[in-house]
């Protein structure tokens, strides 16, 4: 296919805002790596929400961090090849190029788990993880956008398959996500949003019971 270029992605974006600082599910707690722990710990924080001290959890963090999410629409663009058959009843046929248009939309979040957070007095340190960045395509958009191909020999034809179409857009998931990983942008979006998200969370607890809490952020 001549000229080939990819196409920008036209891409909306919808943060998901809905955060219950109520919702506490049950989080198992992990040891974070002791370099990075200053003198308190994430078992204190826990020890002085079960005397009933209004203090940033760590739980709640997690939670929070969990129902903050970036999702974006992309129209993607697949390349592909129906390579001609060997043997003698494909002789004639000629390898054809194609480009498949379709949609998918692409969430970015954080693996809750990996979070982790110390305090010490009013100093709170807080590690967030990669963000994981996942796809869906939407099926429907497959069909919606019909593939462009080179013309078929009129006698020994070479038909694209659904296969070797869904191998190309396969491929250009893969490259659609690594594109993604290295969009600084984007990835600087979904972090700063649960970020605020989080630190909202922290300054409310400490107008309640009136400190003011230094949050240092850290990231894998």
Known sequence: MKNKKKLLPSLFCTILLSVSLSACGEVKE????????????????????????LVPDVAQIRAIANLSSLKCIYHNVAYGTQKAGSGVSHLGEKDRNFMQEYDCEVEISYNVKNIRMTQNGSEIRILLPEPDISSRK???????????????????????TVDTINEAVNEA????????????????????????????????????TDVEYTIIWETE
Request: without cysteine.
């Open 173 to 208: 998931d893969r490259q659609m996500e690594e594109d993604i990983r290295n969009n600084s942008a984007l990835l600087s979006t979904a972090e700063g949003q649960v970020k605020q998200l989080i630190e909202n969370y922290i300054h409310q607890i400490g107008n309640l």
């Open 30 to 53: 992990e040891d974070w790596d002791k370099r990075n722990e200053p003198a308190a710990s994430e078992n204190s924080a826990s020890q002085n929400n079960a005397e009933n001290e």
């Open 138 to 160: 939407i099926p429907e958009s497959i069909n919606k956008y019909s593939y462009v191909e080179e013309p078929d020999q009129w006698i020994q034809q070479n038909p694209i």
